[in-house]
């Protein structure tokens, strides 16, 4: 031994080689295969061989390194343990090198034991566990880079061909750790080695696996990512490698954007896109249009350093080949924004986007190639589409334009469905939708998808308003070169709403003075666009009072009357808004139109200016009595009933404005006078009705009978009371009582236009419920078996007093003084809807006037049934009633009232009167409709059935009826649960029904776990009414109704897809930024997890992925991008179709950019854990397919923070590599 350390200590490498050797031989001539774990462990030879891998000397370290290698290679020593050793000599070396070498021979020994013959060979290594030892290296020190890469280097060129060919497979974990660490900057190292090995499939696919995978968001890594790419591309183009030049142009593109994102210069990502279009491929055509599609988005953030080398891209892209029509839209759409506002900085730079401009406007033909379905056959293409969400949805976007670009149906269908989503999903469309706007059609219905689509970008200014600067150089283009007239108007009605942003301000005022100065438009439609703009920027208010006050305005064939007009909706709308401010500063133009339009023409604005007057009143900016004294000199004998009716709804405004002062009481009493003089003496029943409307405002104390005209009071005559001399009697009702006596109401329904009678009654309504609302309890306590034959004792001035009388009286004994019309109308403001009954009498003589029609019938009836709370005789009416239609002998009109007024009935009636004929009833109409289908939309019959269900719907909505009641209906709506079919015409009206219920019932009827067996009818029907009661707004977490039927439709397998169809509707309605929605997301989650490790079904587990992918597609908004292949079924006649994306592809499709697009969103942030952990634990418990796709949306959301800080990004490995390239 001392032979030994004297040789290892002479520095000479013959002699320390000689001593390892001797240490060698000595160690395996002790060395018995029995003994060998207390051999590997005791031999002293052993222990110093060790001791001397971490020697200082670099030249003993590593010849003891070598040395345990040979004990490998000699049968001593296992591989697996020298590994460990090896490992575990890591803290104390000095020699990294020499640790390294021995690794990759060991490495090179494992490979070559673990080859099994016509087996494919994979590494046993991961970045986790069990680690790759390089890895371990350098994980401990960072400065062994070098020497790493030198030993992969080795080892992929190694002369042996089994080691060299399986060599990728041996490093992968090593590569991958290299090129993907997201809180690491690699070098461009390992991508040089990578690159430089030969072209296979495996060295493909571990180069895009690695591509994948980079940061290309993070400001931190966001060059060392670049410069991957740029290693790429430039080897690609250097190959001449087509279709990965193909497949990376779009990416670059997105590259460009984050470099100008985070600051940085994107100039040399420019010159390598020009490079790659630069070869002469003709299959480049195939990415030209979303590669400037793409670009085109840089527009927005550029600096204008950069803006030059831009611009010269694109114009020799759109000079070389040939590209989609929609993709140079889009690029001149949001270059629009520099033309609009050139500067010296910016000169040459736009001279080019001019050139761009003029070939748009001169160049312009029809689209007929489709460049998609090329581009999604490029197998390198489709592994990197869904890396980058964004990518993925511009690419979708192309894909549904070439599908939908000639068929106005599904275009208008999209933009439908497109303005129900989120706005930050608009805002990612936004380029598209402004590409759609400049698409040059000739075809006359694509107007109507232009302003379509003008006016869901108009709305997303209101909720981000910087872009205003993008859109109004674009509204400009259009006033200016657009041919369609319609087109035009909606973009000069957008105008003004651009002044949100108030560097806007003068452009917008300098094309409004200059359509003003030219007399361009019509001065009515300029006054618009001027109001639209002071309502959307304050400050612009005094252009619009230039507007309004200069008498001056406008041109010779103006018409007076519709400036007018327009001047008076000004006006309005501003009183409206600023009534206090501005509208003040608007009277003097008030008055001026009111004086200047007292023609009939002027009707219409002197309305709208009494309109504004009355909203000047509410805001307490103006003195009402002060008002009325100017305006009734003038207005008071106007004859025009347009304005009449203003003048009685500003009148009506009287009574709101309530103030202790004699002012406001003189004011009552005149107001009050003149609305009176209305109702009796107007012959235009519109006018009538609106003075009723405002009288009704008004409470009886407000006025007195004197103010009542005579022909209402000429019955009146005084109580006995105020008789007691012939003096007294001799005087004046009008001059003598002091509140308004009952016997004037009869009359005014008599001696009112008997066409304005609706208005009538709700004055008559109106204070009956005043009375209503101040009866103490003791008005209803009377002795049920002598009910009073009218409501004498009630006081003189009772307005419910007097109608009670006189249509009993009129029942009883007809004088036929009163016209039918006017009875009835009696008859329904007293069954109009009020806080209580009226007070008990007895309605015997009810039944007397049922022979004279359906009316009285049905005004008796509900009478009855409003009173049937305090009137015994009222009940027994209705009992008798009832009983006539339990015996099936009723008409269908009486048979229908009973549902009508059954809110009413269940008030007051008891459930055994209710049953029997609502059974009855309903079972007659259901048998009817038992074996009708439901019909396409517009082919529905009104069925008796369904009117009844509405009915019921509607009573079980009503808060006022009896709880024994609301659990007879209930009772009765469930039964028909399992009666009628999903396909029955009378379905989507029950499912509607029965959202009325309780939760008892609901649960009871559509909770799988209460049934004796599953079957798949009932689970389609349950589906379906769970899925209508998660759509409620009312319920704290309505998302909980899909929980059990998702649960129960796992093990059901025939109406899976069915059931994902049903679910849409319900998650199109949550509103996805709650805390309930992703709580109920989390809870969805963890049930699947379980659900996966307790069930070998494999349908079952993929039903729960869908369910998964459905829920991200949904609350993302991304399933609008799809067209119509919405990620969603369609509720039809109560039944759910499944849509093309509600396919498993196509919710494959979806789900990468769905999840990234999800966790970019901060209400989802808190979750993204979680939704990362899902997908990766179920790459294992799904198909392929579904695997694949979990895989890609692990990718899409690579930017989210728990990626990196939870190493999610460790897990990717094992599934990512081998076959990144996935066939489609």
Known sequence: ??????????????????????????????????????????????????????????????????????????????????????????????????????????????????????HQYKCQFSLKSPQHPFITVLDKNKDAEGDILAQMHALCTHPDYTVS?????????????????????GSIRPWQLLLSLPQTTAQSSL??????????????????????????????????????????????????????????DPRSCYNLIERCFALDAPELRTVAGITLMLLAENLADTSALYLHELFNLCINIISKYEYSSISLNVFVALSLQWLNLPSYLTASALKVASKILDIYQDNY???????????????????????????????????????????????????????????????????FLLGMVLEKRKEAWYEEVVVKVIRIVVNLVGYKKEISVQLLPLLMYKIANDRCPVVKLECLRALPLMAKTKENVPTIVSVLNKLKANKGVPTSFLIMLYTSLAETQVRCFPYLQEM??????????????????????????????????????????????????????????????????????????????????????????????????????????????????????????????????????????????????????????????????????????????????????????????DYIPCEIWPEVFKYTNQAALAGVQRLAGRNIERELRGYRSGQYQLDPRQEPAALLHLPPSSVARGLVHCFRKQAISPSYEFPDIVLLSILRALTMEYPKPLPP??????????????????????????????????????????????????????????????????????????????????????????????????????YLFIKQMECIRQCLDCDKIHDANRTLLSQIVEHYFSEMNDDNVAW????????????????RMSSPSGWWELSPSLLRKAASLRSALATMTDCEAPLNWLNEIIDAQAMEITEQEFSVGCLVPALQAADPDSGHCADWMLQLMGRTQVAFNETEDKSAKQYLCDVFMVCVIVFSGVWSVAGDAVAAGRATAGRVTAGRATGRAARQELLPPAVASLLARPAWQPCALQLLEWLCHSRTACDSGAAAACQRGLLAARHAAPFATHHIWTRLESHFGRDIIIDE
């Open 1 to 118: 031994m001392d032979e030994i350390e004297y040789k290892l200590n002479t520095n000479n490498s013959v002699l320390i080689v000689n001593a390892i050797d001797k240490l060698i031989s000595t160690i395996k001539s002790k060395y018995k295969p029995i003994e060998r774990q207390r051999f590997v462990n005791e031999n002293e030879e052993l222990k110093l061989l060790r001791e001397k891998c971490s020697s200082k000397d670099a030249k003993v370290s590593l010849t003891a390194c070598q040395g345990l290698l040979a004990l490998v290679e000699l049968g001593v020593l296992e591989i697996a343990h020298t590994m460990s050793t090896v490992v575990t000599l890591l803290p104390s070396t000095h020699n990294y090198s020499a640790i390294i070498s021995t690794m990759a021979g060991l490495l090179i020994l494992d490979l070559k034991a673990r080859l099994v013959p016509g």
């Open 165 to 185: 060919s399986n060599s990728l497979e041996l490093l992968r974990p090593v590569f991958f750790w290299l090129t993907c660490h997201p809180q690491r900057e």
């Open 207 to 264: 180069l895009l696996a690695c591509l994948s995978c980079q940061q290309i968001y993070n400001p931190a890594l966001i060059e060392s990512s670049y410069a991957a790419y740029r290693a790429v591309t430039e080897a690609a183009v250097f190959q001449q490698h087509t279709e990965h030049v193909m497949a990376l142009l779009p990416m670059l593109a997105r590259v460009s954007y984050q470099l100008i994102k985070l600051e940085r």
């Open 365 to 431: 033909k029809d689209d007929t190639r489709l460049h998609t379905p090329n581009l999604k056959a490029n197998k390198t293409f489709q592994s990197l589409l869904y890396t980058d969400s964004h990518l993925s949805i511009v690419f979708k976007l192309n894909q549904n334009w070439e599908r939908m670009r000639d068929n106005p149906d599904k275009l208008k269908s999209w933009l439908d469905s497109l303005a129900t989503v989120n706005n930050e999903i608009k805002l990612e469309l936004l380029p």
């Open 548 to 737: 309004l006050v200069d008498p001056g305005v406008g041109k010779q064939d103006d018409l007076k009357w519709e400036l007018d007009i327009a001047k008076a909706i000004a006006v309005d709308r501003i009183c409206e808004i600023r009534p206090t401010s501005h509208g003040l500063e608007l009277v003097s133009v008030i008055s001026s139109l009111l004086n200047r339009c007292g023609d009939r023409s002027g009707g219409v604005a002197t309305s709208t200016c009494l309109a504004a007057l009355r909203r000047l009143w509410r805001a307490a900016a103006l003195a009402p009595h002060s008002t009325w004294a100017a305006l009734q000199p003038k207005l008071a004998r106007d004859t025009r009933p347009a304005v009449q009716i203003s003048i009685c709804q500003l009148l009506g405004e009287v009574p709101s404005l309530r103030a202790a002062t004699g002012e406001w009481e003189r004011l009552s009493r005149e107001a009050a006078r003149r609305l009176w003089q209305w109702v009796a003496d107007c012959n235009v029943p519109d006018v009538v009705i609106a003075a009723c409307d405002a009288l009704a405002n008004y409470k009886l104390e407000d006025y007195k009978l004197i103010d009542v005209p005579e022909i209402y009071r000429k019955t009146v005559k005084l109580p006995a009371s105020y008789c007691k001399t012939p003096a007294d009697a001799a005087r004046k009702p009008e001059e003598v009582l």
């Open 841 to 942: 009498f007895d309605v015997c003589f009810l039944p007397e006037v049922f022979h004279r029609g359906s009316d009285w019938r049905r005004g008796c009836v509900t009478l009855a049934a409003r009173q049937a709370q305090v009137s015994q005789s009222a009940r027994r009416i209705l009992e008798n009633y009832l009983q006539g239609v339990t015996a099936g002998t009723a008409e269908e009109t009486d048979v229908l009232l009973i549902f009508e007024i059954l809110p009413i009935l269940c008030r007051g009636m008891p459930p055994n009167a209710l049953r029997p004929p609502l059974e009855r009833c309903l079972a007659d109409s259901f048998a009817e409709i038992s074996h009708v289908k439901a019909k396409s939309k517009g082919e529905e019959k009104e």
């Open 988 to 1003: 989507p009206t029950y499912i509607s029904t029965c959202c009325a219920l309780s939760s008892k019932y609901l649960e």
